[in-house]
């Protein structure tokens, strides 16, 4: 069961036509944050004005990844998808007015999660607030990065005792906080089907509940308090009964584990408790306008099931497949939510599928399947040593791979990208450089200049504080002690971001995760007469024609950008094509990319960009490969890329650019080998269709 708002009379039958009492609307936000801590601080009052009922901050890369705004791997990224936070100031100027003891505030941050909610204790403390009556969630889930969003910093123990240490400090102290926000959503969107959805979120919390118990921190009779406070964060995509059967299923497993494993008896504590933000990636940039009933559809699957409802819900915007959306297409979004809970019935009734024999059915069979997959999980070591061995990672490459497959074939529709294509001009992008919001370049030097000064100064201070609080949390590190005392301290002192990562990836290390491209099965067969054959057929006699045995297309991910579906799935499709392919994964600067395309001495450098750092970077991979004399290696890009912007990329010398519009990455592979061989002076081959 949900946490949820009750009414005695709610769902009641009363004289006809009489008006039933309502439950309380879930929490109603939209994601946000950019630019700066005082251009989003000014956008959270203007919400919160506006009538949303709690805050979802967004961090951008250089914050999630623990690196300070003028560090290398940060150029091109700050304030892009979100808003940066260095230090205990920023903080400041991110909740400046906004009265944190009476706020539900969630922060979309993992890694660097325990960080960010010490510098949000610590300005509460400034603004006089009771820190034990602090609400809200950090997502704090480092499973799913390493699987879908690349947000990851340390290795998969040390994560899991930065999460352990969290949940028993926050139980202790900040009892309303939700320390950890368990994380299908990426999931999703990286392919997972609903099973794999629900198996994969359940071991992870099987493994941080595991932790918990066995840390020692947190005593056996308190297990129920850690429970109550474990939150998860799912998708829903437009799959609406099986979404809706996938959340029911989800709380009649919750409730089994947390009674069976744990033995909490309480059933307020094992209430399955959730929020959701419906599926972003699944949004089209072809007639985006068809994005709104998607968003509606997709609400209705964790809204109108009462015993299945959603806590809180945020929806994405109409036009997020194009670019960083205004505050009037958020306003937008929250409305829809709005509308759903005060102008319709359905908080008025009990739950309005119970009994449905297709739901019970459905439902049984999520359960059942679900179950089965995390007894596998079980067996390979737990969700942990799943992540490291590259299992989990492999099934959502394939498992994404098959979808995209469907999706080219046509056997799964998409309206007005793979069928209903024809479409009316629409006003809503009639000035697509007006129709969505944009990040002035010179906030990013900004920024880096201010932190740098922030360090300045504090140092000059004399005071050594903020050294003498690196080193002990480097101490701490060494130990087994709980790490938030010495992560406050750290926030007091005036430690930047990257210095309290940076202490830590002293002592953990970094990791790199596994991408799941090389162990990931064929999902579009090559068969006779069809496209993909017929692409096989032209890389081999363009490898023949240039005299190599095989092409090789470096895939590179430059910058923080973590998501990494198109490029696994471009990667996977080329290697099945009959490409040599040539992908290190995540977070690589232009020279590490230039250099391995030098090294690799490929025939063409693919690079992938979603987070809107393109302008900065795919001109710097450029002028590198220039530098090296491999001007000739053509360069293609895709990533989520404003008409604008692509225009000025093919000026730059790009030789082509490919947006969520391109959906056929059969036929993309196929405009790859073309440019390879316009670039080596080949007569051109037709592209298929």
């Known amino acids: 069961m949900t946490n949820r ?42 919400n919160l004005a506006k009538g949303q009922t709690g805050l979802s901050v967004a961090f951008d890369l250089p914050t999630q990844t623990g690196y300070d705004p003028d560090h290398v791997l940060a150029r091109g990224e700050v304030g892009r998808v979100g808003v940066p936070v260095s230090h205990v100031a920023d903080m400041r100027r991110l909740f400046e007015g906004i009265p944190l003891e009476q706020m539900n505030t969630s922060m979309t941050i993992n890694a660097t999660a325990m960080w960010l909610l010490a510098l949000y204790q610590v300005v509460a403390e400034e603004h006089g607030a009771d820190v034990s009556k602090l ?27 930065l999460t352990t240490d969290m949940i028993a400090y926050t139980v202790a102290r900040i009892p309303k906080w939700n320390p950890i926000n368990i994380c299908s959503y990426h999931l999703q969107e990286a392919g997972a089907t ?20 066995d ?13 109550a406070r474990i939150s998860f964060f799912v998708n829903a995509g437009v799959r609406f009964v099986e979404e809706m059967c996938k959340m029911r299923a989800f709380t009649r497993i919750w409730d ?29 940039e072809a007639q985006p306008e068809n994005n709104v009933q998607r968003i509606v559809l997709e609400m209705l699957a964790v809204t109108l099931s009462k015993d299945a409802r959603a806590r809180a819900v945020q929806l994405p915007a109409w036009n997020e497949a194009l670019g960083l959306p205004r505050p ?90 793979n069928c209903y294509e024809a479409t009316e001009p629409s006003p809503l992008t009639a000035d697509l450089e007006t129709a969505i919001h944009s990040v002035d370049p010179a906030t990013e030097a900004q920024v880096a200049e201010a932190v740098g000064r922030w360090r300045a100064e504090r140092d000059a201070s004399g005071e050594g504080a903020a050294q003498r609080a690196l080193q002990r949390l480097k101490d701490t590190a060494a130990t087994d002690a709980n790490l938030m ?19 830590l990836r002293e002592v953990f290390g970094e990791f790199r995760a596994p991408t799941g491209v090389s162990s990931a099965p064929v999902a579009v067969p090559a068969e006779e007469g069809s496209a993909l054959a017929d692409v096989r057929r032209r890389v081999e006699l363009t490898a023949a024609e240039l005299g190599v045995g095989k092409l090789r297309l470096l895939v590179g991910k430059p910058g923080l950008d973590g998501h990494s579906n198109g490029a696994e799935q471009i990667a996977v499709r080329a290697r099945d094509a009959g490409f040599e392919v040539v992908y290190q994964g995540i977070r690589l600067t232009p020279e590490q990319i230039a250099s391995a395309a030098v090294a690799e001495d490929v025939h063409c450098v693919g690079l992938s ?42 000026e730059a010398g790009v030789a082509a650019v490919f947006t969520p519009k391109d959906f056929g990455i059969t036929e993309i592979i196929g405009r790859i080998v073309n440019e390879i061989r316009t670039a080596n002076k080949l007569d051109p081959l037709e592209v298929p269709a």
């Open 328 to 417: 009037w297409d958020q306003q937008w979004s929250l409305r829809i939510q709005q509308v759903l809970a005060l102008e319709s019935d359905l908080l008025e009734y009990d739950d309005i599928f119970a009994g449905s024999h297709v739901v019970e059915a459905k439902v049984d069979e999520l359960v059942e399947a679900s179950l089965a997959e995390m007894e596998h999980i079980e067996k390979l070591g737990g969700a942990m040593a799943a992540v490291e061995s590259g299992y989990l990672k492999s099934q959502l490459v394939s498992s994404h791979a098959e979808r995209r497959g469907r999706i080219e074939s046509g056997e799964e529709k998409i309206v007005g990208v």
């Open 135 to 161: 609400q809200g969630t950090t997502q704090n889930d480092i499973v799913k990065e390493y699987l879908s969003r690349g947000t990851h910093v340390f290795p998969p123990g040390p994560s899991l005792r």
């Open 215 to 227: 840390s020692g921190q947190v005593p056996q009779e308190r297990m129920g308090d850690v429970v």
């Open 609 to 650: 960009i979603l987070s809107g750092s393109h302008a900065e970077l795919v001109p710097d991979v450029l002028r590198r490969l220039h530098k090296a004399g491999a001007e000739d290696v053509p360069v293609v890009v895709g990533g989520i890329i404003p008409a604008g912007d692509a225009a000025a990329l093919r």
């Open 256 to 284: 089994r584990i947390t009674r069976e494993r744990y033995g909490i008896a309480d059933p307020k504590q094992r209430r399955f408790r959730y929020g959701v933000q419906v599926n972003s990636l699944g949004l089209t």
């Open 194 to 213: 609903p099973v794999q959805e629900i198996a994969y979120a359940m071991s992870t919390a099987v493994a941080v509940l595991d932790a918990v118990r």
């Open 485 to 503: 005392e010495a992560t406050l301290e750290c926030a007091r002192a005036g430690v930047t971001t990257g210095e309290w990562a940076g202490a």
């Open 5 to 46: 708002g009750e009414s005695a009379d709610a769902g009641a039958t009363g004289p006809a036509g009489a008006r039933r009492a309502k439950d309380r609307p879930w929490l109603m936000r939209t994601y946000a944050g950019h630019s700066t801590a005082e251009a989003s601080n000014e956008l959270y009052r203007r």
